[in-house]
């Protein structure tokens, strides 16, 4: 079959929608309610406009990042996703290869297809541990107590899942992990062999930190009993850099900062949520100016260009996190698609600092946005 050339974002889209099996693709791609929060920060991203300059001699630029003080080849990294391995096999290990290749952290989620030990082996010590809070404190310790051993040195705390966001498209599909096979997800894998026929070889992607030994991962358990408390005994015991992925409030960032947290992460879990959450880019915008330059804020949500990423600089991001375009060039383009993605993007991350007349994403500032 014909495949699309591998120019944008929606290219890796469309490529994915055509392999994967409609239960699949929708649980990547959807998004909470009527899918209004990520079309609106969509929307915001696209209404900022870059502020394009000449004469600058930009022959030697770089997009080089920086990262708790350590380079990167890429100034963007990997969100942490829930069974990637589902975009095809072996989606973990190609995202923790391309974090290795480009220095850069894949952020490797609870609810991984590959265990935590693996990754962080197959990423060369690229790789932050995402936690979920649970009532079960002693899966969580052993969780905590694994990424420890293995060489974890960054946890990523998600705090925007007290209960798990309504999402149509998945509940349609009757989507749950492990999968329940009944007719319409039979026939639904039938029209999708390829994907079908390799899942079946590889075998099923699984919760694999979770082998039996302690409690199992559940999805769509509530997590409303996390709170500042919990956050203090955390902070309390994990010793390396904590990370709060999922604030879009100015007041929640300002005490996040007094907690002792070392960055935060904008986010709306990418429209997953709320479907009235403000766009996460606006959000950014109103942190950065209350933490000021000092703090470190990092950002995921709505991320397809490398023009957005460099958007996302200018609003107020140290560092920039991807998630579903990594799933997508997987799943459309095989083992190779994250690769490809980071070169797609960084050529248009340097188109964009050439435009802009600067040489390095370190040079981008707020007076580079002209709003609307």
């Known amino acids: 079959m014909f ?17 994967l099996p409609a239960m699949v693709f929708d649980y990547i791609d959807g998004a909470a309610g009527e899918g209004l929060a990520e079309e609106r920060n969509r929307r915001e991203l696209a209404h900022l406009m870059l502020r394009s300059r000449v004469l600058q001699n930009v022959e030697k630029r770089s997009v080089a990042g920086k990262l708790f003080g350590a380079p990167t080849k890429l100034p963007f990294g990997i969100a942490p996703m829930g069974m990637c391995n589902l975009s095809g096999p072996r989606t973990d290990i190609h995202l923790a290869k391309f974090a290795a290749q480009n220095h850069v952290p894949v952020a490797v989620s609870t609810a991984a297809s ?20 649970t009532a079960d404190q002693s899966a969580a310790e052993h969780l905590l107590s694994r990424a420890e051993t293995a060489g974890y040195d960054v946890l990523v705390l998600t705090v925007d899942v007290p209960e798990v966001g309504k999402r149509p498209r998945e509940l349609r599909h009757g989507f749950k992990m492990p999968f329940k096979i009944g007719p319409r ?40 009993g996390a709170d ?11 010793k390396g850099k904590l990370v709060i992925k999922g604030v879009l409030d100015v007041e929640d960032a300002l005490r996040l900062k007094d907690e002792g947290v070392d960055a935060i992460q904008v986010s709306s879990h990418g429209g997953r949520q709320l479907d009235s959450a403000i766009p996460p880019i606006l959000a950014l915008k109103a942190i950065r100016e209350a ?7 990092f950002y995921d949500s709505g991320i397809r260009t490398g023009e957005d990423i460099v958007k996302a600089y200018a609003m107020g991001a140290d560092f920039v996190f991807l998630g579903r375009p990594f799933q997508m060039a997987i ?19 340097s188109q964009t600092l050439a435009m802009l007349g600067i040489n390095s994403i370190d040079q981008v500032t707020s007076s580079m946005i002209v709003e609307p």
């Open 228 to 238: 500042w408390i919990y956050l203090k005994q955390l902070r309390q015991r994990w």
């Open 185 to 224: 997800q039979f026939i639904d894998f039938a029209m999708h062999p390829k994907w079908s026929v390799s899942t079946l070889l590889h075998g099923a992607p699984s919760l694999a930190n979770f082998d039996g030994s302690q409690a199992s991962f559940d999805r769509s358990a509530s997590r409303a």
């Open 114 to 133: 590959t265990p935590l030990e693996k990754m962080i082996e197959m990423a060369e010590g690229n790789a932050w541990f995402q936690l979920y809070y």
């Open 331 to 349: 799943a459309g383009y095989g083992a190779g698609g994250a690769q490809k993605l980071g070169t797609l993007l960084g050529e248009e991350i």
């Open 291 to 297: 933490l000021g330059e000092g703090f470190t804020l």
């Open 3 to 19: 495949k699309q050339p591998f120019v944008t974002v929606e290219d890796a889209r469309r490529a994915a929608k055509r392999r």
